[in-house]
């Protein structure tokens, strides 16, 4: 724990000036990020008895060991370049919102020749005109089923729109008139992107023009006495107005808004979002995050924001954003966001009428989603702590084993020999520390020796990456040392407790590449999978955990993860050996060309066939690389026949390519 006085600036250097400002770690890596109207005032609160600190505020400044800070010219930009070092350093005392799933939206493609409408997750793209988020994708499909009745606008892949194409007939869809089958020309290119941008005007919330249209024509019909074609209009009619009925009117003036309430407590809190467009609610989200920051209401409102809106632009952004509490800096979020727009964005508290009551609901649902959270979670919690606790217990440790790394080795039979290295925090998973190793320092089948060399290089790295990363503090740092930019750097973390898939024999060998680069500060424990029994080096006895405890349980989930993990690797390297084509030694030929000789040849059977010069018709072909291919292809081995596991028939290749 670190005093913050021994890396408090002296008043003097720091400016009194917009800015924002960055805490780092002794290991160098950035652990908070603020933004201050004045840098000089606002650090000054940090420097106080710890005494008067908040409890989250005083855990942080004696984790940190440094400080420094960057000026900018006006509040936006702090509020922008805050934004931007939270995303890039992933600070662990910021408040970070995450969904708690990828929310679906309607999208379609007027970036293609034939727009599509379809269920989109993920990234937004150029060109593509997104609505919602909604709920789940069935409501998507339910909304866009009703709609092609009016709109039919194409809703197939590109494959099966090419498919298509060739065959000179329509899907389903457009033989019962769901589609209006650009793919084999009933209508033009631009008849069918009319189409897509009516079915986007609708669903913008211009929707009165379209339903008034039909019932002229319907009328129309009647009195022309073409009772068919005004009896399917009434249908179509009903479909849209059905359409509507799914997102019912919430605010008569036909509003752009997003409304965010916050549900919140000491240690946590919910956000939920409504997006209404044309009065309509069109689609809502919501997340929930731990308060490891000291922040009120407001500061989580400006966090919100800052996730809701840090990557839009344009009409993502709506003319009005309704809040329960304004941010301490309200002109410049404003100010922010109308930037982000492009024209003025309306940012204040609703105090009457509709919108405030309309503001009730999402603050019920907000203390709901915050409630379920909370049932949801206790029980986890309180499980994993649990299972940390028996591990530390039955292990000796000093405290519980918050990072846990797993290691396993998989092989088949000696050849494509590699190994997995599985992480989890706190209990949970961390996918984005896995990592894969292949065997470098001998041929064979020896695990101990693998597992020697695995735990040896991870290690390795982790002593070259506090070396790089500007670990080394005060005197004794290399003059050599380059300035760390806070970012999270790979092996960068060393775990309180290294598990090993195996028993004594693999225990010894990651113990002893331990010692041998004099790391004495993590502990290492095997899980053998025949009795499940857990080995410490120098014990000749396991320790045997019962079988209801979910200290084991937790070991077992880390263990068969490691493997799971390792399997897939060894088998994916597998695959890709036997897939080599003798194209492959040829110096120089690329995928491309590769690819261009099988298309022109048709198979490697006729391409072994082929002359120099029949080889130097393919584009992009040259005589140099036509010969390297003809003596490539004469000097492969003969790739054994193939044989049908069913029938114990041999396959062998047609001159076409194909099998029989």
């Not at 710890?50 to 005083?58: G, N």
């Not at 790295?461 to 999270?488: H, M, N, Q, S, V």
Request: hydrophobic share 35%; aromatic share 6%; net charge neutral.
């Amino acid at each position: 724990m670190a005093d913050p006085s021994s890396y408090r600036p002296k008043p003097g250097q720091i400016p009194d000036s917009p800015g924002v400002y960055k805490f780092r770690d002794e290991h160098r890596r950035v652990i908070y990020v603020g933004k201050a109207k004045s840098l000089r005032q606002r650090l000054a609160n940090y420097f106080q008895d710890l005494a008067s600190l908040h409890p989250r505020t005083r855990t942080m400044v004696t984790t940190a060991a440094s400080v420094e800070w960057t000026v900018v010219s006006t509040e936006v930009e702090a509020l922008q370049l805050e934004y931007s070092w939270i995303k890039e350093f992933d600070p662990r005392f910021n408040v970070k919102y995450r969904d708690d799933k990828s929310y679906p939206y309607l999208a379609v493609t007027l970036n293609e020749e034939f727009p599509r409408v379809q269920v989109m997750r993920g990234a937004k793209k150029k060109g593509v005109r997104y609505f919602g988020p909604y709920g789940h994708a069935w409501a998507i499909r339910e909304t866009v089923d009703l709609m092609l009745r009016v709109f039919p606008v194409r809703t197939c892949s590109a494959g099966v729109l090419r498919n298509h194409q060739q065959k000179g007939r329509p899907c389903l869809l457009g033989y019962i008139g769901k589609c209006s089958a650009p793919c084999v020309g009933r209508v033009t290119p631009e008849e069918h992107r009319e189409l897509a941008e009516e079915f986007c005007d609708f669903m913008a919330g211009r929707t009165g023009t379209y339903i008034r249209r039909l019932e002229k024509q319907m009328t129309a019909a009647a009195e022309e006495m073409e009772y068919e074609k005004a009896a399917r209009l009434r249908d179509d009619i009903g479909a849209l107005k059905r359409a509507l009925e799914k997102n019912a009117v919430v605010l008569a003036d036909a509003t752009d808004a997003d409304l965010i309430a916050v549900a919140e407590d000491e240690l946590e809190a919910a956000v939920q979002i409504f997006h209404v467009r044309g009065g309509r609610v069109r689609g809502q989200r919501g997340w929930v995050t731990d308060k490891v920051e000291a922040v009120d209401t407001a500061g989580l409102v400006e966090h919100a924001l800052q996730q809701l809106y840090g990557e839009e632009k344009g009409d993502a952004v709506p003319k009005e954003v309704l809040v329960p509490a304004l941010p301490e800096d309200t002109g410049a979020v404003s100010q922010w966001l109308s930037d982000r727009r492009g024209s003025n964005v309306s940012l204040r508290i609703p105090q009457r009428g509709d919108k405030k009551d309309l503001m009730e609901t999402v603050q019920r649902n907000a203390q709901q989603a915050l409630a379920l959270h909370k049932t949801k979670r206790a029980s986890d919690l309180t499980t994993r702590s649990r299972a940390l606790e028996e591990i530390a217990e039955a292990l000796g440790l000093d405290s519980a084993p918050l990072r846990i790394e797993c290691f396993d080795i998989s092989h088949l039979q000696g050849e494509d020999v590699v190994a997995s290295m599985v992480v989890f925090e706190d209990g949970l998973a961390r996918k984005s520390e896995y990592r894969r190793f292949q065997i470098k320092g001998f041929e064979g089948q020896d695990d101990v020796r693998s597992m020697h060399e695995v735990i040896s290089r991870r290690f390795k790295r982790y002593l070259a990456e506090k070396d790089r990363t500007g670990e080394w503090i005060g005197e004794d740092a290399p003059e050599d040392a380059p300035e760390d930019d806070g970012k999270r750097k790979r092996f960068a973390y060393p775990p309180q407790l290294v598990v090993v898939d195996g028993g004594r024999p693999q225990v010894a060998a990651a113990q002893r590449a331990l010692d041998e680069l004099g790391i004495d500060d993590v502990a290492v424990c095997g899980l053998a999978k025949r009795l499940e029994e857990v080995w410490l080096p120098h014990d000749d006895d396991p320790v045997v955990l019962p079988r209801s405890s979910e200290g084991l349980y937790l070991l077992q989930r880390v263990r068969d993860t490691a493997h799971d993990f390792a399997i897939r690797y060894q088998r994916s390297k597998r695959t890709k050996r036997i897939r080599i084509s003798p194209l492959d030694a040829v110096p120089g030929l690329g995928e491309t060309r590769k690819q261009a000789l099988i298309k022109h040849f048709g198979s490697v059977k006729r391409l072994k066939q082929a002359t120099i010069e029949q080889i130097c018709e393919v584009p992009g072909m040259g005589r140099k690389t036509a010969e390297a291919v003809v003596v490539a292809l004469a000097q492969a081995a003969p790739a054994a026949p193939a044989v049908n596991t069913a029938t114990g028939e041999i396959i062998e290749e047609n001159d076409g390519g194909s099998t029989t």
